[in-house]
T-cell receptor, first 109, second 114 residues
Framework: KNEVEQSPQNLTAQEGEFITINCSYSVGISALHWLQQHPGGGIVSLFMLSSGKKKHGRLIATINIQEKHSSLHITASHPRDSAVYICAVMVGGAQKLVFGQGTRLTINP | NAGVTQTPKFQVLKTGQSMTLQCAQDMNHEYMSWYRQDPGMGLRLIHYSVGAGITDQGEVPNGYNVSRSTTEDFPLRLLSAAPSQTSVYFC?????????????FGQGTRLTVV
């Protein structure tokens, strides 16, 4: 079993819909990252969380340390949000990120 | 600031050839790392460095070498390329050891070994 599991693996939605991507992890962590990867492009950091909730524009990220779970929400989704979203955890006490497999999001006009 | 710069963006190698993937950052970050991304799998750590002169192995280090002679540069060397090393490679950096702050990634290098 992977230490970091994302769901769903693929998500297709219509423009304007509210999107939720989930990340569950099985190890103790010191931080969790949400990353965005566009087709053929590099990886961009969206959020780094160690507790609570963060918001940037239409993106909201939450984390529940006790339940070992994080969610990434996109409000009023737009075709330009189409990308792969990756959850990565900083394993507590270690010097490495462990990545989920990613969620491929497609927003249709 | 240019951020994290990787070169080349694309490379085709023949089995047995060697090459170096370059990674440079201009943010004075202590922590730098290399990952490979394969279809259906999450990114996996190859090697990392917590400062100039210090490197360590990650999850999949076999077939790769690194060095960190300066804070800015962290090249990844493929010693004798194999088809199993066909992948997309990402370099990343962080100002504090272990990505306890924002992570910065390069644009990636798509490597094909034939």
């Amino acid at each position: 079993k992977n230490e970091v599991e994302q769901s769903p693996q693929n998500l297709t939605a219509q423009e304007g819909e509210f999107i939720t991507i989930n990340c569950s992890y099985s190890v103790g962590i010191s931080a969790l990252h949400w990353l965005q990867q566009h087709p053929g492009g590099g990886i961009v950091s969206l959020f780094m969380l160690s507790s609570g909730k963060k918001k940037h524009g239409r993106l909201i990220a939450t984390i529940n340390i006790q339940e070992k779970h994080s969610s990434l929400h996109i409000t009023a989704s737009h075709p330009r949000d189409s990308a792969v979203y990756i959850c990565a955890v900083m394993v507590g006490g270690a010097q490495k990120l462990v990545f989920g497999q990613g969620t491929r999001l497609t927003i249709n006009p | 600031n240019a951020g994290v710069t990787q070169t080349p963006k694309f490379q085709v190698l023949k089995t047995g050839q060697s090459m170096t993937l370059q990674c440079a950052q201009d943010m004075n970050h202590e922590y730098m790392s290399w990952y490979r991304q394969d279809p259906g799998m999450g990114l996996r750590l190859i090697h990392y460095s917590v400062g100039a002169g210090i490197t360590d192995q990650g999850e999949v280090p076999n077939g790769y070498n690194v060095s960190r002679s300066t804070t800015e540069d962290f090249p990844l060397r493929l010693l004798s390329a194999a088809p199993s090393q066909t992948s997309v490679y990402f370099c990343a950096s962080s100002p504090i050891t272990g990505f306890r702050t924002e992570a910065f990634f390069g644009q990636g290098t798509r490597l094909t070994v034939v």
